[in-house]
């Protein structure tokens, strides 16, 4: 199979918060205490260089990325081999150096985790994170973005859960202040239902059960959605909502083809181990080999590789991705 066009490349599996959705703070490497979980500067250039064709590539998976010493280093290398290059960044250690590498490097988008409109949410849900610093940092990056007339591209991902959906609207409005592209509002992405979920991540499981819309009263859903898309209008600020309601969403599509991850894109861990996609998010649920040590050919095209995108294209899904919103069409 011909290699992918687009790679998502790990390139810190640690991070500086502690969030209620995310599993890297259930992560048994990379661990706070234990050795830095950093992809080496040198097997990155190594795997960009094998990715022959590459045109895009999101460098984040789990994780701060701005961590990493060399992280703007990453971008220089394949932007300067003419790939688009993005990240995801909790923009909590943005400092205005790191503002300067942003519109510098060759950065062309970069998506800042907003998960709440007030201290009281954004903090319930970004644990180690002050609100007020982080709405600081992103008011410094659009405005140097503004003074220097730089190109990269702003936007604000927020993810959805019983917690902060009566503040999407005001999401939108502050996106709309800071003078932030878009914004993308997602569903949380995994129930980690599958049989073989490793002991450690249950605790996501149950924060999954309690936080996520699927079961939650359907009319709320709607109207703080609906606010959200009004504010929107309002302001001419481009938004994205998910899909909530996973049967129908799914029955629209023929099983085949409710995702084509695994074909269209490669992710891969810090460590460089490749797994289906962002929504596995770690290598010890499931992993086709390593690509930082076998090489990107022989695992893209691997048995293991082969046989999940079979499997992903049948009636009967990997159980990993039947409770997946990428594949439910919800996300």
Not at 112 to 136: H, K, N
Request: aromatic residues 8%; glycine residues 8%.
């Amino acid at each position: 199979m011909e290699l992918p066009k687009f790679v998502q490349i790990e390139p810190v599996g640690q991070c500086n918060l502690k969030c209620r959705m995310c599993p890297i703070q259930f992560r048994q490497d990379g661990a706070r205490g234990g050795p830095a979980a950093f992809m080496p500067y040198g097997v990155f250039c190594e795997l960009v260089d094998q990715f022959q064709g590459m045109e895009e590539l999101h460098l984040q998976g789990l994780g701060e990325p701005m961590l990493h010493p060399r992280f703007f280093d990453m971008v220089r290398y394949a932007a300067g081999r003419g790939v688009r290059v993005s990240t995801n960044t909790n923009l909590t250690v943005c400092t205005e150096a790191r503002v300067r590498d942003c519109l510098d490097s060759g950065l062309a988008a970069l998506y800042v985790s907003l998960d709440g409109a007030s201290a009281e949410v954004f903090e319930a849900i970004r644990t180690g994170a002050r609100f007020d610093r982080m709405l600081a940092n992103l008011r410094r990056l659009t405005r140097m973005r503004r003074e220097r007339a730089a190109p990269l591209h702003v936007g604000i991902v927020a993810v959805a859960m019983r917690l902060n959906l009566h503040e999407l609207a005001d999401i939108v409005r502050i996106a709309h202040e800071l003078g932030v592209d878009e914004v993308s509002v997602q569903h949380l992405c995994h129930d980690f239902g599958e049989d073989s979920l490793p002991a450690h991540y249950r605790p996501m499981r149950r924060f999954v059960d309690q936080q996520t819309l699927t079961d939650e009263d359907p009319e709320r859903v709607a109207f703080h959605f609906e606010a959200a898309r009004r504010a929107a209008q309002a302001l001419g600020m481009p938004l994205r909502l998910p899909a909530i309601d996973r049967e129908p969403a799914a029955a629209a599509r023929p099983a085949g083809s409710r995702c084509d991850w695994p074909r269209r894109g490669a992710y891969l861990s810090y460590r460089g181990e490749a797994m289906p996609c962002c929504m596995v998010a770690t290598p010890d649920r499931v992993n086709f080999g390593n690509m930082a040590q076998a090489g990107v050919q022989a695992i893209w095209n691997g048995d293991a590789y082969e046989d999940f995108r079979r499997r992903l294209a049948s009636d009967e899904p990997p159980e990993i991705c039947r409770s997946c919103s990428v594949y439910a069409g919800t996300f």
